[in-house]
């Protein structure tokens, strides 16, 4: 899935931006963040390659505070070597003893919030919300 995403709904998405509106991405359910994260990289990754100047708001939201805390804090075990490409673990991680932490440029994109997406109402305005690909 990330995949296609990162071959053919990103490029469109970044391409048709107006450079005046931030591009808007809602993840809900958004657990500890991974896939927050990784949506992230691949979108940061593909402005820069097309050298515009698109401001990335990604809005993160899950029922459960504690994921949502940890996710903030964006601090993963060693063992995300294995799914993380050693060029995104240098251009998008700092490494603190046996963990890598999430370096604050690509945090700064990223809101996490706790939600109930039965009850609150839901983010507007988005350009992408990938419901259940994950």
């Known amino acids: ?7 053919k709904i990103i490029p469109d998405l970044v391409r048709r931006q107006l450079p005046d509106h931030p591009l808007r991405i809602w993840i809900a359910g958004c657990s500890t963040g991974e896939e927050t994260y990784s949506l992230a990289m691949l979108f940061r ?6 050298k515009c100047n698109v401001k990335l708001q990604v ?9 949502v805390a940890s996710a903030r804090d964006g601090l ?6 294995a799914d993380v490409s050693p060029a995104r673990l240098a ?6 003893d ?6 604050p440029e690509l945090r700064a994109a990223v809101v996490f919030t706790v939600q109930d997406v039965l009850a609150d109402p839901p983010f507007s305005r988005l ?3 990938p419901v259940a690909i994950f």
């Open 1 to 7: 899935m990330f995949d296609l995403l990162e071959e």
């Open 45 to 50: 990754e593909r402005i820069t390659a097309v």
């Open 59 to 67: 809005f993160a939201s899950d029922v459960d505070p504690d994921a």
């Open 76 to 81: 993963y075990p060693e063992a995300i070597e």
């Open 91 to 96: 251009r998008f991680f700092s490494k603190e």
């Open 98 to 103: 046996h963990s890598y932490r999430v370096l």
């Open 127 to 129: 350009d992408l919300f």
